[in-house]
């Protein structure tokens, strides 16, 4: 059976097979390497970059839209979360079903009106473009999240969710 964590010499930290660089402390584990994919599902996780997916453009909202604004839109664009953005653009939360059924369901009536900053989940966890979808499942697993930011040259350029990667590997198990 093949390798399914590559531990970096220099910190000791367990990365996902197919790692370029240590998560952890940045250190290049090309040369660590002697994991071989064994089938076309295993060689897409490694090799296929977020990039290839279907990005969905992500609803953006100030930190200071009232929840039930971004409810609505959330339904009217028929997606799980929405991306919160200051004046400049810069990502200062995400805002999702979990967050809306944990923190705002239990008293909407009472919060239906207040700003979303104080029920969006900040830090927000980013990937770029170009990294392998190992490490969307990766954060995605490790985090408990569904939908993940992705960003190109610095820029919020989407949203990749769970939904997506499951239609692209069973793509992929349909091909091979």
């Known amino acids: 059976m093949g390798r399914t964590k590559l531990l970096c010499t220099a ?8 790692a370029e660089i240590c998560l952890r402390c940045g250190v290049p584990l090309v040369h660590e390497q002697n994991y071989s994919p064994r089938n076309a599902l295993e060689w897409s996780v490694l090799n296929d970059r977020i990039d290839r997916l279907p990005l ?29 953005v200051d004046e400049r653009e810069e990502l200062v ?5 979990r967050d809306a059924l944990l923190k705002v369901s239990e008293d909407l009536d009472a919060r239906r ?3 979303v900053s104080e029920f969006m989940t900040a830090p927000v966890q980013c990937l770029d473009a170009d990294d392998c979808l190992a490490f969307a499942v990766h954060r995605m697993d490790v985090g408990g999240y569904r939908h993940i930011p ?4 610095g820029r919020l350029v989407g949203v990749v969710s769970t939904r997506e990667l499951l239609r692209h ?8």
Do not use: H, S, W
């Not at 910190?11 to 197919?18: D, F, H, I, S, T």
């Not at 969905?56 to 919160?84: F, H, W």
């Not at 939360?93 to 079903?97: D, K, P, R, V």
């Open 56 to 84: 969905r453009t992500p609803v953006r909202v100030l930190p200071q839209t009232p929840v039930k604004e971004v409810l609505k839109a959330m339904v009217d664009r028929k997606t799980g979360c929405a991306v919160v």
């Open 169 to 176: 590997f069973a793509e992929v198990l349909k091909d091979a």
């Open 113 to 115: 009106d207040r700003p």
């Open 11 to 18: 910190c000791g930290y367990e990365n996902l097979a197919g």
């Open 150 to 153: 992705i960003r190109e040259n």
């Open 93 to 97: 939360g995400i805002f999702t079903e």
